[in-house]
């Protein structure tokens, strides 16, 4: 359960976070983000939670221009970013307001 609001029949539940590369208007550089709802988690800002043996010492994988490397990673890799994003997404603090866009 997220405590983010996602609209009924939404495609991106917290169980479905699909990965993408976007841009705001505030912030036009391309960058990491996953789906939620109709927001997006940007993942750069919230790399220092990946800590993972998997991710830990490649945490800037989430401000590439392209998912390339992060799909380099593998399964292990993709598992233990999604349990994290979960976690994020399920722990709701003063801090979560900023990291969606």
Known sequence: MSFIEVPQG?????????????????????RVGVAIGDQILDLSTVKHFFTG????????VFEQETLNEFMSYGKAAWSE????????????TP?????LS
């Not at 939404?10 to 169980?15: G, T, Y």
């Not at 801090?95 to 990291?99: A, G, K, L, S």
């Open 10 to 30: 939404s495609d991106f539940p917290i169980e479905n976070l699909p990965y993408g590369i976007f841009s705001t208007q505030e912030n036009p550089k391309k």
């Open 53 to 60: 043996p998997q991710l830990q010492a490649r945490q800037n």
């Open 81 to 92: 970013a999604r349990e994290t994003i979960q976690k994020i997404l399920s722990q709701q």
């Open 95 to 99: 801090f979560c307001e900023t990291m």
